[in-house]
C-alpha cells in the first residue's frame, strides 16, 4: 500500500495556471510562487465583490484519536466528488503549522487519494505566511522591550505585559522563560515565554482581516499590557502596526493550489481550534464563495471547538451563513470513546461502538442547534466491519440526520459521490436556518456559561481567581461584548481529555482569560490547555528524511 507522501508524489499536477483557469481566474491575478503555487492578489478580490455568493458548507468532526480522523481529507475527497458530479465547487482550507507535521498528527493537506498538493511544500514552508505571522508577532515583542529599554515614555508595567514571543514549533522549552538577562545593555530582565505561532493574535487577526487597511487597523487595536496606572497600552499607543503590516503584504493574499484530481483550492492561514479559533481566513471563504457555487470550508478538530468558533466568532464577525454543516466520524474514534484502547481499535467492539456513539450524539445536537442541516459521514478505514458500519448508520438515522459512507481515502472524489449527493440534496431542498448561539450583549461571563454547559454539556462553570480578576478588568475597559473563544483539550467534551464519550455531570474551569482586543474576542484557558504544544516521545521529525535528490520520504 501506497503512504500519503508516495501517492502525492506520484501525482500529476496542473500548471497553477490552468488550475486558475478552471476556477475563472485571469492568470493576471496570480502572483506565481514556482510551477504549481500561487498567490491571488487583492485586485481579483476586488473584481469580484459584486458577484453572487454561491453556498457554503462547513466540515466538522466528532472528538478524535490523537491520530486525527481524517476531517480535510473528507473535505478534500468531498470536493473532489462535487466536481466529478460537475458542480463549480472550490475548496477553502487552512494552511498547515510544522508544529504537528514534526509532532505526532501529521500534516493536513488531506489522505491518500484525497490531498492537496504539492504535499511536501504545503506542509513543510508553503508561501512562507506562518514564517511572516511570526516575523510581525517579534517584531512587536522587540519594539515592546527596546521601548521600556530606551526610557518607557508609555509608563508600561513589565509585570503586566501580555504579549508573548511566538514560533511555528511544538517547544515546550519556551513555555516561559526570563528575557533581558546580562546587564543594562541588554534591556530590562522579566518574565516571558513563546506561544506557537498558529496560536498568536496575529494570525487570528490576519484569518479575519477583509483588507490590508483592515488588518492594519486590527493590529493597531492590540493590547500588549498595561501602564502603571492600570490602562491599556496597544500596537498603535508603539507605532508598530505599520511595519507589522508590512510584514504580512504577502500573507495576507490568499493561495491557491489544487488536488490531487485537479480541484481548485483557496488555501490561507492556519490558526488552532483547541487554543485558537481554528478556521481559514475570511479572504479565503469569501473569496471561494465567489469563485464557486459551492465552497467547502473546515474548522479545526471536533465540533465543540471548531465548529462552535466557526458559527459564533468567524460567522458573526464575516456575516456568513452555512448552508450546511458536514459532520465526519470514523469507527475507531467511536470505539475510542467507548473506552477501547489505542492499540485495540481494529478490533470489532460493537459494545464500545455503541457506548461512544454518545459523543457523536452530543456532537449532532450541538449542530442541529444551530439550525444547518447536518450530514453524518463515516470517513472508511479498512478495518471497518459491516456490522460496525450498518450499526452508525442505522443510529444516525434514528436521531434524524442524513447519513453518508466516505471512501475517498483509497478512492479519490469518487468514494465521496455517495456524501457529495447527500449535500447536494440538503443544499436544494433543506434551506438553513443558520443562528448563533449567544448574543454580543449577554456578559463575557455569560458567554463562557452558554458555550460550557450547551455545547460541552458541563453542570457548572468555575472560574480561578486569576480569571475572575481578569474579568473585573474586561468589563472595565469596555470589551465584554466581544465573543468568546475557548483554548480546550481536543479529546473531550470537558477539560479533562480523558474523560471520553459524552461526560456529564462535569465543572469546567476557567483558569484565564486573555483579551485578543485586535481580533476581536476573548481567550478562555480551561483545565491544562497548553498554548505552547510539546513534541511526544516519538516525534514524527524522526521518520522525515530527504535524499540526494531532493526527495522527502516520512512526511504524512
Known amino acids: 500500500m501506497k503512504t500519503d507522501i508516495q501517492i502525492a508524489q506520484a501525482a500529476e499536477m496542473l500548471?497553477?495556471?490552468?488550475?486558475?483557469?478552471?476556477?475563472?481566474i485571469n492568470e493576471d491575478y496570480l502572483e506565481l510562487y514556482g510551477k504549481y503555487k500561487a498567490k491571488l492578489s487583492y485586485e481579483l478580490i476586488q473584481s469580484l465583490e459584486s458577484k453572487e455568493d454561491g453556498k457554503l458548507v462547513l466540515v466538522t468532526a466528532t472528538n478524535p484519536t490523537p491520530a486525527g480522523e481524517g476531517k480535510t481529507t473528507v473535505t478534500v475527497g468531498l470536493g473532489q466528488a462535487l466536481c466529478k458530479m460537475g458542480k463549480n465547487a472550490i475548496i477553502a482550507l487552512r494552511e498547515p503549522s510544522l508544529g504537528p507535521c514534526m509532532g505526532i498528527?501529521?500534516?493536513?493537506?488531506?489522505?491518500?487519494?484525497?490531498?492537496?498538493?504539492?504535499?511536501?511544500?504545503?506542509?513543510?514552508?508553503?508561501?512562507?505566511?506562518?514564517?511572516?505571522?511570526?516575523?510581525?508577532?517579534?517584531?512587536l515583542a522587540a519594539m515592546i522591550d527596546n521601548h521600556i529599554h530606551q526610557g518607557n515614555a508609555l509608563g508600561i508595567d513589565c509585570r503586566t505585559i501580555t504579549w508573548k514571543r511566538c514560533v511555528d514549533m511544538n517547544d515546550r522549552a519556551l513555555r516561559e522563560i526570563v528575557v533581558g538577562l546580562g546587564g543594562p545593555v541588554n534591556g530590562m530582565p522579566r518574565q516571558d515565554g513563546f506561544m506557537?505561532?498558529?496560536?498568536?493574535?496575529?494570525?487570528?487577526?490576519?484569518?479575519?482581516a477583509t483588507s490590508l487597511d483592515d488588518l492594519k487597523e486590527k493590529i493597531s487595536q492590540i493590547i500588549i499590557g498595561y501602564n502603571f496606572k492600570g490602562e491599556p497600552v496597544t500596537a498603535g499607543d508603539l507605532n508598530a502596526q505599520g511595519a507589522m503590516t508590512a510584514l504580512l503584504k504577502d500573507a495576507i493574499k490568499p493561495n491557491l493550489v489544487q488536488t490531487l484530481e485537479n480541484t481548485p483550492v483557496v488555501m490561507h492561514g492556519g490558526p488552532f481550534a483547541n487554543i485558537a479559533h481554528g478556521c481559514n481566513s475570511v479572504m479565503a471563504t469569501k473569496l471561494a464563495m465567489k469563485l464557486g457555487d459551492i465552497t467547502i470550508t473546515e474548522a479545526g478538530f471536533g465540533a465543540d471547538l471548531g465548529a462552535e468558533k466557526f458559527f459564533d466568532i468567524k460567522c458573526r464577525k464575516a456575516n456568513l451563513k452555512p448552508d450546511a454543516v458536514v459532520l465526519v466520524t470514523t469507527i475507531r474514534a467511536l470505539k475510542y470513546n467507548g473506552g477501547v484502547q489505542k492499540a485495540d481499535l481494529q478490533q470489532e467492539n460493537l459494545k464500545a461502538l455503541e457506548t461512544g456513539f454518545s459523543n457523536l450524539e452530543k456532537h449532532i445536537e450541538n449542530l442541529q442547534g444551530y439550525g444547518v442541516p447536518v450530514i453524518v459521514t463515516l470517513n472508511a478505514f479498512v478495518s471497518d466491519t459491516e456490522a460496525e458500519k450498518d450499526f452508525v448508520k442505522?443510529?444516525?438515522?434514528?436521531?434524524?440526520?442524513?447519513?453518508?459512507?466516505?471512501?475517498?481515502?483509497?478512492?479519490g472524489g469518487e468514494g465521496g459521490l455517495e456524501l457529495a449527493a447527500k449535500v447536494v440534496e440538503a443544499?436544494?431542498?433543506?434551506?438553513?436556518?443558520?443562528?448563533?448561539?449567544y448574543e454580543d450583549d449577554l456578559s463575557i461571563k455569560e458567554k463562557i456559561e452558554?458555550?460550557?454547559?450547551?455545547?460541552?454539556?458541563?453542570?457548572q462553570v468555575a472560574f480561578e481567581p486569576k480569571a475572575l480578576k481578569e474579568l473585573a478588568k474586561?468589563?472595565?475597559?469596555?470589551?465584554?461584548?466581544?465573543?468568546?473563544c475557548m483554548a480546550k483539550n481536543q479529546y473531550s467534551f470537558s477539560d479533562d481529555p480523558t474523560a471520553l464519550g459524552r461526560p456529564t455531570g462535569f465543572t469546567t474551569t476557567i483558569r484565564e482569560l486573555r483579551i485578543s482586543a485586535g481580533a476581536g474576542f476573548i481567550v478562555a484557558l480551561t483545565?491544562?490547555?497548553?498554548?505552547?504544544?510539546?513534541?511526544?516521545?516519538?516525534?514524527?521529525?524522526?521518520?522525515?528524511?530527504?535524499?540526494?535528490?531532493g526527495i522527502i520520504t516520512g512526511l504524512f
Open 196 to 208: 506557537i505561532t498558529v496560536a498568536s493574535e496575529i494570525m487570528a487577526i490576519l484569518c479575519l
Open 527 to 549: 483545565g491544562s490547555v497548553m498554548i505552547m504544544p510539546g513534541l511526544p516521545k516519538k516525534p514524527a521529525a524522526e521518520q522525515i528524511d530527504i535524499n540526494s535528490n
Open 15 to 24: 500548471p497553477i495556471t490552468q488550475v486558475a483557469q478552471k476556477a475563472g
Open 450 to 459: 452558554k458555550i460550557a454547559k450547551t455545547i460541552y454539556g458541563a453542570e
Open 394 to 411: 442505522t443510529a444516525c438515522e434514528a436521531k434524524g440526520c442524513t447519513f453518508a459512507l466516505a471512501n475517498v481515502w483509497e478512492k
Open 427 to 437: 443544499l436544494e431542498n433543506k434551506p438553513s436556518d443558520f443562528h448563533m448561539l
Open 105 to 139: 498528527k501529521g500534516g493536513a493537506a488531506g489522505g491518500g487519494y484525497a490531498q492537496v498538493v504539492p504535499m511536501e511544500d504545503i506542509n513543510l514552508h508553503f508561501t512562507g505566511d506562518i514564517h511572516a505571522i511570526g516575523a510581525a508577532n517579534n517584531l
Open 474 to 484: 474586561i468589563e472595565s475597559i469596555g470589551l465584554s461584548h466581544l465573543p468568546v
